[in-house]
């Protein structure tokens, strides 16, 4: 099964340009994942999904701030010109036949 | 636009059955493109998925092992809304519970329940 691992927190100025790793396990670097954000006190939000190959795929909504690429067993998410709203945690989220959706730990975001 | 919004108790008791509602506006529970999922998060557990209901010319069920015993998902189609009933629970599943859709991605959330199993 996949296993999604994430650094736990994460820190970058107002209006500079911050990118989140999540790195899938051996064996499934060509799994699709989905990016979400939880602001505090918010339930979950979809951001994208980000495919083997660095194509990314936004939901409604989104801010043209927020991208996504990969390389390897890495999917990225790269957020430009950060907002005070943009602290948050982001998560990542894979599926998989047998155990269906499976999260990253998540990381924190910190705007200073 | 498709909205979730969640109801049910948020204070449960040891051993007794915890049960939420998830009803749905602006797409269907009977979507033959969707599926309705139970998801939760905790201090401890992070972010789990538990389980789903899901029509595809008839109603079909996937659950997480961890809770496979204890779970049942439900559509109810005269009220477009879905149900988790978690049964057995210990102060471990302490937790905000969360409904969602998946399409090809998860891409919407309720706005979360948050449920206490104490005494």
């Known amino acids: 099964q996949p296993v999604l691992t994430q650094s736990s927190s994460a820190s970058a100025s107002l209006g500079s340009s911050v990118r989140l790793t999540c790195t899938l396990s051996?064996?499934?670097?060509?799994?699709?994942i989905l990016w979400h954000q939880q602001q505090p006190g918010k339930a979950p939000r979809y951001l994208m999904k980000v495919d083997g190959s660095g194509r990314y795929n936004k939901g409604s909504g989104v801010p043209d701030r927020f991208s996504g690429s990969s390389s390897g067993a890495d999917r990225y998410l790269t957020i430009s010109n950060l907002q005070s709203e943009d602290e948050a945690d982001y998560y990542c989220e894979t599926w998989d036949s047998n155990t269906f959706w499976v999260f990253g730990g998540g990381t924190k975001l910190t705007v200073l | 636009q498709v909205q979730l919004q969640q109801s049910g108790p948020g204070l449960v008791k040891p051993s007794q059955t915890l049960s939420l509602t998830c009803a749905i506006s602006?797409?269907?529970?009977?979507?033959?493109?969707?599926?309705w999922n139970w998801i939760r998060q905790s201090p401890s557990r992070g972010l789990e998925w538990l389980g789903r209901?899901?029509?595809?010319?008839?109603?079909?069920?996937d659950y997480a092992v961890s809770v496979k015993s204890r779970i049942s998902i439900n559509p109810d189609t005269s009220k477009n809304q879905f149900s988790l009933q978690l049964n057995s629970v210990t102060p471990e599943d302490t937790a905000v519970y969360y409904c969602?859709?998946?399409?090809?991605?998860?891409?919407?959330w309720g706005p979360g329940t948050m449920v206490t199993v104490s005494s």
């Open positions: 051996s064996g499934h670097s060509s799994y699709i």
């Open positions: 209901t899901y029509y595809r010319s008839k109603w079909y069920n």
């Open positions: 969602a859709r998946s399409r090809t991605d998860l891409d919407l």
């Open positions: 602006g797409d269907s529970v009977s979507s033959n493109s969707a599926a």
